[in-house]
């Protein structure tokens, strides 16, 4: 009775390793349980919103297929999985619209896209947890590690931006493809069932996230780590190194090797490429030199992230801060007070890191393992992003891990304990209240960059971000203003359209400040120039004279110039009466740039025909067909040209309308 009495401790709905687990849950819930009725922000729109492959079933096998988003081939991203959890979401999420008797289609409820990312959040924490627990054998110090890691402010955007849910999964299948490894690490056979179900994991962590190319060395450094322990424990040295069994780490990695790539292989059949495009760089004007200068400065930030976790951003750039008021600007070179201080800071990350290994500290382990899956972010291979919170995700259980070590090791000492539960007690409910707090931020597009505002004042797109939310928040309100009115409602469609009209206002007031503080963004110009040809009264002189500022302001905007051209040729199909030969002028300029541009032929045909030159139309339109035989523009023109061929001058202009 007594010899059974752990095992059925063990086997308890409220044994002691089983209510860690559910405080870890329950916590997750309160913390973040008020970002449920969040809407699509930021990257949602980009990734969900405007990507209809994930909004219907019929494209499960093409998400498989296609690059991340279809419609942004250059990004080079490829996460079919991450789509198909969206495409679950979507379908799952589908409402009947209140205007559904106008022939509004349905309406998405979000509710279930939010539970999705607290899931895997709470899934990677509950992996994170075990993972500790078996290799360092301490229920404590697992605890304590997934305890701020569930928490951690710096996780906000991974979980409550739809899209951020990349980082959890891809995080979610590493951690478990980690554990698996060490589970049966003992074992002399490569292909236990363990280890298949983990060469999966990592497989399903390829397809989340890219960053999860990591797992191999990760594997290598958790192979040494277990060997060292296991011989510091047989042998009981004290002191010095401990050999690396290089040839058995490499032979144990070779697995995960073939993992990686087949992953390569299919993704370079569907993307074609292995890195981002280097137009796309976002460093693409500068040396290798300053790119690697302001990462340094980017350490300094990541630093006060992970410790003191305010002034947060969506969105980082430069001047960036440093803490508090204190602010760095991007600089040319390494002779930088804060690049000096980053490179500092690295030196004395490193010296604590061979110290580490040299005393066969358990401390070691998570030293490595953060700037091992911090190197994709790095940018010393460069790619599309200065810095940013989501980075952080799977790095942080290294910073996490290196805490639970810590609140253990000052707690040996029952004068400790007290004192020391005292502050992890205060920690988690700051780091809680933060969170909280910080979830509301991310409540609408609006709210998120009304709050970037107040905390990174000095952030320069924010003008044009806010601009951007208030466009799309007024054409909301104008298109549900309107369906109001068409059934008869005219209190609600008057409160909708007075809305419209003070959020027109208001994204003309922030796109003007834009220009103004930021000349060189050219999605300013695009959204600004868009706004005032779609605005109540629409002024397209204004809007003309938008994008050709656009198109002059800076060289940064050269690779746009087929996109001003096209926008100004457009506007003056759209006036009253229609300006054919200006349009077409720009028009032809803009295929000129961008030959393969198929929105670019089609109007330029539309063009064409308006002005009687049907055999041009008819060319342009074929081009399109050719390369596109299902274009339902390009249809629709030949179908005109071939009723309009023998019309007059007023027969020309109707079929510039019905275009």
Not at 173 to 178: E, G, H, N, P, T
Not at 327 to 334: D, E, H, I, K, M
Not at 567 to 575: A, H, P, Q, T
Not at 595 to 622: C, F, K
Request: proline residues 5%.
């Amino acid at each position: 009775m007594t010899a059974s009495a752990p095992r059925e401790e063990k086997r308890s709905f409220f044994s002691p390793l089983r209510k860690r687990i559910y405080l870890l849950i329950l916590l997750n819930l309160l913390v973040f349980g008020n970002t449920f009725q969040n809407r699509f922000t930021y990257d949602d729109v980009e990734y969900i919103k405007k990507n209809p492959h994930v909004q219907s079933p019929e494209n499960l096998i093409s998400l498989f297929t296609h690059p991340y988003p279809p419609h942004r081939p250059e990004l080079s991203l490829y996460r079919p999985l991450v789509e198909v959890t969206y495409l679950i979401d979507w379908c799952s999420s589908l409402r009947r619209s209140e205007f559904a008797d106008l022939a509004f289609n349905d309406t998405v409820a979000m509710p279930l896209f939010h539970l999705t990312n607290v899931f895997y959040h709470i899934a990677a924490t509950i992996a994170l947890f075990f993972l500790v627990r078996l290799l360092y054998k301490n229920d404590s110090v697992a605890f304590f590690a997934a305890l701020i890691f569930s928490i951690h402010p710096v996780h906000v955007e991974n979980v409550t931006s739809i899209v951020g849910r990349a980082e959890s999964m891809c995080a979610l299948f590493f951690l478990l493809s980690l554990l698996l490894f060490i589970r049966e690490w003992g074992k002399e056979n490569l292909f236990t069932p363990y280890l298949f179900l983990s060469y999966l994991f990592f497989f399903l962590s390829l397809l989340s996230k890219e960053s999860a190319i990591t797992l191999p060395p990760v594997i290598l450094i958790a192979d040494w780590y277990l060997w060292a322990r296991k011989r510091r424990e047989e042998a009981g040295a004290k002191g010095g190194y401990i050999p690396v069994n290089l040839g058995r780490g490499v032979i144990r990695t070779l697995p995960y090797g073939v993992v990686f790539l087949s992953y390569l292989i299919l993704r370079l059949e569907v993307v074609q490429r292995v890195g981002i495009t280097p137009s796309h760089w976002y460093f693409v004007l500068e040396s290798t030199g300053q790119r690697l200068a302001a990462m340094c400065v980017a350490a300094l930030v990541y630093l006060r992230l992970l410790i003191f976790p305010v002034a947060m951003s969506a969105d980082y750039n430069f001047p960036v801060r440093i803490f508090g008021p204190i602010w760095a600007n991007q600089p040319s070179g390494f002779m930088n007070f804060w690049v000096l201080s980053g490179i500092f800071l690295l030196i004395v990350y490193v010296f604590i890191t061979i110290q580490a290994i040299r005393k066969k500290s358990p401390f070691a382990f998570p030293l490595l393992f953060f700037p091992v899956t911090m190197f994709p972010f790095s940018n010393i291979i460069p790619f599309g992003d200065f810095m940013a919170e989501r980075f952080l995700y799977l790095p942080s259980v290294g910073f996490v891990m290196i805490v639970g070590l810590a609140i253990q090791k000052l707690r040996r000492g029952k004068e400790r304990t007290s004192w020391v539960l005292v502050l992890l007690c205060l920690l988690v409910a700051g780091y809680s209240i933060r969170t909280v707090i910080r979830n509301r931020d991310w409540r609408s597009g609006i709210a998120l960059w009304t709050a970037e505002m107040k905390q990174n004042p000095k952030n320069l797109s924010v003008y044009s971000s806010l601009g951007s939310e208030y466009s799309l928040a007024r054409k909301d309100h104008l298109i549900k203003g309107n369906a109001y009115r068409e059934k008869g409602q005219y209190v609600k469609s008057a409160q909708h359209l007075k809305l419209a009209r003070e959020y027109e206002d208001t994204a003309l007031e922030y796109f003007e400040e834009a220009v103004v503080k930021n000349p060189g963004h050219h999605l300013t110009y695009f959204n600004y120039g868009g706004l005032c040809m779609e605005m109540r009264n629409p002024d397209y002189d204004r809007s003309e004279d938008i994008f050709l500022r656009g198109a002059g302001s800076t060289a940064a905007n050269a690779q746009s110039l087929h996109v001003f051209y096209y926008y100004i040729g457009l506007l003056n199909l759209k006036r009253v009466p229609p300006r054919p030969e200006r349009a077409l002028f720009f028009l032809q300029k803009a295929h000129g740039l961008k030959r393969s541009q198929d929105s670019i032929l089609t109007t330029m045909a539309a063009a064409l025909g308006s002005v009687g030159r049907y055999g041009d139309s008819r060319e342009a339109v074929r081009e399109v067909l050719e390369r596109d035989p299902a274009n339902k523009k390009a249809i629709k023109i030949i179908r005109l040209l071939r009723q309009r061929e023998l019309a007059t001058r007023s027969g020309s202009e109707e079929f510039l309308d019905n275009k």
